[in-house]
DNA sequence: CATGGGATTGACT
DNA sequence: GTCAATCCCATGC
């Protein structure tokens, strides 16, 4: 992956990162789920501009905004566009690929559907903490490198973002069509369908 | 310095 | 379907 890849406009960047995969500690998966996020809608930490918590996400595009999730969760962005723009993408969902044994011991359960089906998931998963909140997704630990060949023409469709109050409207979530390791939660009625039919 | 809310998850009815 | 766990940080006194 080149640092000129997470220059682009935040939806771009979403969109492009699903099929792209996620390496740490022994342990990789195919990224299926991601959302936008950019500081002019309410629904984003940069909404508030720049403070000491979202000062990552206004620095050089490239590097990983690790942030608590509801006291207990952490969750893993990449920051977008250029250095001075916040503006990040949530990684919500993985296919979970390399380090499987790894991913059940340290989520505690044993189901393939269950290691990295959510943003606090997938962190877990793979290990990934908030001590590596503003590190190089380019150098690592955490490395994102590009769609493997047979993800190279992935269907992605976009739909509502989840699990938020503010700006909920904007389709800004961006998944791999039919993939069974979407974050269980990520399945609108209409989803549900789709995945029906395609069965 | 005290308080409140949240880009979630898992356990339970 | 409901609900609590639990910590970071922004805000307001």
């Known amino acids: 992956m080149r640092r000129a890849f997470y220059e682009h406009p935040v939806l771009d960047v979403a969109r492009d990162l ?3 995969v996620v390496s ?3 342990s990789s998966g195919v990224i299926v789920e991601t959302e936008a996020y950019h ?3 309410p629904a984003c930490h940069a909404y508030i501009g ?3 918590r979202t000062r990552v996400i206004f620095g050089p595009p490239g590097r990983a905004y690790l942030y608590r999730s509801y006291g207990i969760h952490a969750c893993l962005n990449a920051v977008c566009e250029p250095e001075g723009i916040g503006a990040a993408v949530l990684i919500r969902a993985l296919e979970p690929v390399e380090g499987i044994e790894l991913m059940r011991e340290r989520r505690g359960v044993e189901r393939l ?3 990295c089906s959510g943003p606090g998931k ?3 998963a793979l290990d990934i903490g908030l001590e590596l909140n503003g590190s190089d997704l380019l150098k690592g630990p955490i490395v994102i490198a590009s769609r493997p060949r047979a993800w190279r023409d992935v269907d992605v469709v976009a739909s509502r973002r989840i699990g938020i ?3 909920a409207e904007l389709p800004w979530r961006f998944s791999a069509l039919g993939n069974r390791f979407l974050s269980r939660a990520a399945l609108s009625r209409l989803e549900r ?3 029906a039919l395609a069965r």
Request: proline share 0%; aromatic share 0%; hydrophobic share 35%.
């Open 39 to 41: 500081h002019s809608e």
């Open 122 to 124: 997938l962190t877990q």
């Open 18 to 20: 699903v099929g792209c």
């Open 193 to 195: 369908a789709e995945q």
């Open 113 to 115: 559907e269950n290691l």
């Open 165 to 167: 109050t503010k700006a």
């Open 50 to 52: 720049m403070t000491a």
């Open 24 to 26: 740490h500690a022994g």
